[in-house]
Structure formats: structure tokens, C-alpha cells
């Protein structure tokens, strides 16, 4: 199995620029989970789906954050218009289940640097 | 917010030695689990601990969970050079059990 995708693996930006991040699920996973990772704030949840739909948006920044599932091995995260505090690490993560929350399998990142 | 904090920040020891970090949450449990982050890479599981155990193993790693304390140990024994890496804590949240809410991290370096 390949594990959690994702891409790019790296992205330079400007501010006010849209920003795409994609992730690719572990096939057969039922939930994915959006991460960002700064060393100011640590690991943040931003937003989790369950069967393609969304669950939990609480973690979401504000409304220039917006993340999609159109379908099961698929989900993008979008940031318009980028700023430089947005500059972090964004994670994806995949399980199995929700049951009681299940071990959770993280892709590789995405390093955004937003100048 | 985060509801694990790991003590210590940072942990220096040689190769060899055993390495302990504590986790700290705040609310009721469900289970606990323990996650490793090598430099520039995402998390990766290591262990889950419910909270009816008290105590579990997996190689040279030793979970302990205190809940009456909200507190949790990795011990890692016969540390090696590439064992260096952050460790982090996750607890579910038992009003909303369909996430991890992930403590601050113990890095952990081993020289060999």
C-alpha cells in the first residue's frame, strides 16, 4: 500500500495567491483528517470527513480556509488568499474507522511557505 | 487547543539508555495513543493504550496510564541512534470521540 499522498510536497507562494494542497486517503479508509503543524501552535486539527462528508470544520482558521471530498480517494484543502502566517506544515491523515478514534495514518506534508 | 502537554520538551541521552517522556491531559479519556515524528515527515502510530489498561508493551517500548493522575508514560529501552525523533500524545476527546487532540511533543535525540 502506498500510504497517505500527498502533493505538493513543497509549495512557495505569495501572499494573496490560492493555494491547492491535494491528498490521496489510504484506499478503504473511512476518515480523513486535515492537519497543520507550526512550531508556535503545534499539530492543529482543521477540519475531518467522514464518508466524504464533513464533520468537524471547528479548527478551520477563518473563511479563506475551505477543504472538499468530492469522493472517497480524494480531498484538496484551499487557501485564498494566502497570508505569511499561514506558512506551516499541512498534513493529511487517514483511518480506518471512527469507532473510538482508530490509529490514524499520516501522508509525508506539505511544507507551505507563503512569502 | 491542545489537550496533552509532554514533559520533557527535549530529551538528550546516549544510545543505550532508556528514555522516558510524560504525557499530561486534561479531560476524560476513551484511550490514549503515542505517535513518533522523524524530522521532515508526517506522524506514525506507535501504540494505544485503553483506559481501562493500565500498562501496555510493543518491543521495547512500555505504556503507562494513569487516569486518576490524567497521565501517561512512553518508555523506550535500549534507546538507539535512530530512535531520535519527536514523540507526541493524542487523546480523544470523550465528547467527541471521532478525533485526536495531540499534546506539544517530547523531542527526543540519541547519540550514539
Known amino acids: 500500500d502506498a500510504g497517505v499522498i500527498q502533493s505538493p510536497r513543497h509549495e512557495v507562494t505569495e501572499m494573496g495567491q490560492e493555494v491547492t494542497l491535494r491528498c490521496k486517503p489510504i484506499?478503504?479508509?473511512?476518515?480523513l483528517f486535515w492537519y497543520r503543524q507550526t512550531m508556535m501552535r503545534g499539530l492543529e486539527l482543521l477540519i475531518y470527513?467522514?464518508?466524504?462528508?464533513?464533520?468537524?470544520d471547528s479548527g478551520m482558521p477563518e473563511d479563506r480556509f475551505s477543504a472538499k471530498m468530492p469522493n472517497a480517494s480524494f480531498s484538496t484543502l484551499k487557501i485564498q488568499p494566502s497570508e505569511p502566517r499561514d506558512s506551516a506544515v499541512y498534513f493529511c491523515a487517514s483511518s480506518p474507522s471512527t469507532s473510538n478514534p482508530d490509529t490514524q495514518y499520516f501522508g509525508p506534508g506539505t511544507r507551505l511557505t507563503v512569502l | 487547543s491542545q489537550q496533552g502537554e509532554e514533559d520533557p520538551q527535549a530529551l538528550s541521552i546516549q544510545e543505550g539508555e532508556n528514555a522516558t517522556m510524560n504525557c499530561s491531559y486534561k479531560t476524560s479519556i476513551n484511550n490514549l495513543q503515542w505517535y513518533r515524528q522523524n524530522s521532515g515527515r508526517g506522524l506514525v502510530h506507535l501504540i494505544l493504550i485503553r483506559s481501562n489498561e493500565r500498562e501496555k508493551h510493543s518491543g521495547r517500548l512500555r505504556v503507562t496510564l494513569d487516569t486518576s493522575k490524567k497521565s501517561s508514560s512512553l518508555l523506550i529501552t535500549a534507546s538507539r541512534a535512530a530512535d531520535t525523533a519527536s514523540y507526541f500524545c493524542a487523546t480523544d476527546d470523550s465528547y467527541n470521540t471521532d478525533k485526536l487532540i495531540f499534546g506539544t511533543g517530547t523531542r527526543l535525540q540519541v547519540f550514539p
Open positions: 484506499s478503504g479508509h473511512n476518515s
Open positions: 470527513f467522514n464518508n466524504n462528508v464533513p464533520i468537524d
